[in-house]
Every structure is written in C-alpha cells, then in structure tokens.
C-alpha cells in the first residue's frame, strides 16, 4: 500500500527564519512520482515542484528548496528566509503508476506554515 | 499556463437538491479528476475521467456521479445533496498518462449543504 505522512501539522515561524517540511511516503515500486503542492488561504492548490524516483537531485528553486532522499524515504521541503506570502498548507503527494491507487495522487495530510512578521 | 475554472467559488444548497459543479480546462488535457478536503482528512478522490465519456470510481464515490460529454469539461453531480456532502471540491487536470503526470487545479468550490 502507498501511503504519505506529514508528521507537521503546523508550524509558526518569524519572518526570515528558514523552515523545513517534512515528507515521508511509503511504496514498494521503484517507479513513483512524488509531488510538491502549496494551498493558500484562497483555496487552490498551486503546483510547486514534481520528482521521479529515478531523479535523486535535489532542487533549489529561488527560496524553495527540495531534499529527496530514497534512503529514508523522504522529500522535505525547505523555505529560506521565510515570507509572510508563504503561509499557506503544503501538501506532499505520491503517484504509483503500477500501484493499487490506480496511479493516482495519495495526499499527505497536510502542514499548515504560518509565518509571522 | 494552465487554467482550471470552477463554476463557483462558494455553494449553498439545500438538503435533498441536486447540485452541479462543473470544471473547466483550456489546456486540452486528457485527465481530469473531483476531489473533496475535508479539515482532518486530507484531499481524497472522487472520480476521474482519462477520456470523454469515460469515468471511473476513486475512493469516495458514493452519494456522487459524473459526466465527461466533452474533452474540457467535467461536471459533479450530487444526486440529492446531503448535510455530510458539505466540502471543499477541487477539481484538477492533467495530461497524458493518467498516472505521474502532474495535476493542475482549480480554484475549489466551497459547498455548504443546510
């Protein structure tokens, strides 16, 4: 079974203080996707970043930046020098193309960012 | 860019009517997807489509239905609208494969069922 986990349900930070998100997925197949998305106060979900399983190396896009580590399990995600812009609930996904979710996205639950001026 | 449209931001209905929620994609994507978020639970899936006139059942789907009569287009139903049907609804889209490819959303309908 696939399964994500993100232990964090919420996390407060100041303005400028760098915070890290955690994700923890579960699956047995070596071929998934794992997923990135930001769920402002507004509502929609804006896609952020998406990972193969083949591809081990980390991203930095501007202040985000991201760890995929097959070893552990896991695809953090890390704000530098936070912005009152980036509260917001992060979600992480997963895809199994040859899983029992018929491939499609497995949310984890969720962590709420508030980042405070 | 992407563009995923709903038809409403935010729904009251009453309990026993049936409701429309319609989503729209200009992108010419394949795929398209109903979830509901509910504080606790998370998002969880409703039904996809992958082809016009196609649906299939994801992990919620009792209470609901769908229609997919053109390729942008991917409307909700709620045959008779229930207390415990008030949610969030997102509705999202993608390309291709329908597995591993990414999903783009709309905006969400926030439903409230009296």
């Known amino acids: 079974a696939q399964k994500v986990t993100q232990a964090q349900t919420e996390i407060s930070v100041v303005e400028k203080e760098d915070v890290t998100l955690d994700c923890v997925y579960e699956?047995?197949?070596?071929?998934?996707?794992l997923f990135w998305y930001k769920q402002p106060p507004s509502g929609e979900l804006v896609f952020l970043i998406r990972r193969n399983s083949f591809d081990e190396q980390n991203e930095i896009s501007g202040r985000y930046s991201w760890n995929f580590q097959k070893s552990t399990s896991s695809f953090n995600f890390t704000i530098t020098a936070s912005q009152v812009v980036d509260s917001a609930v992060y979600f992480c996904a997963l895809s199994v193309p040859a899983g029992g979710s018929q491939g499609n996205l497995i949310f984890g639950k969720g962590t709420k960012l508030s980042v405070k001026p | 860019d992407v563009k995923v449209t709903q038809s409403s931001r935010y729904l009251v209905k009453r309990t026993g009517e049936k409701v429309f929620l319609e989503c729209v994609q200009d992108m010419d994507h394949e795929n398209m997807f109903w979830y509901r978020q509910d504080p606790g639970l998370g998002l969880r899936l409703i039904y996809f489509s992958y082809d016009v006139k196609m649906k299939e059942k994801g992990d919620i789907p009792e209470g609901y239905s769908v229609s997919r009569e053109k390729k942008e287009r991917f409307s909700l139903i709620l045959e008779s609208a229930s207390t415990n049907q008030t949610s969030m609804y997102l509705c999202a889209s993608a390309s291709g494969q329908p597995t591993g490819e990414t999903q783009y959303f709309g905006p969400g309908t926030r439903l409230l069922v009296l």
């Open positions: 699956t047995r197949d070596t071929t998934y996707y």
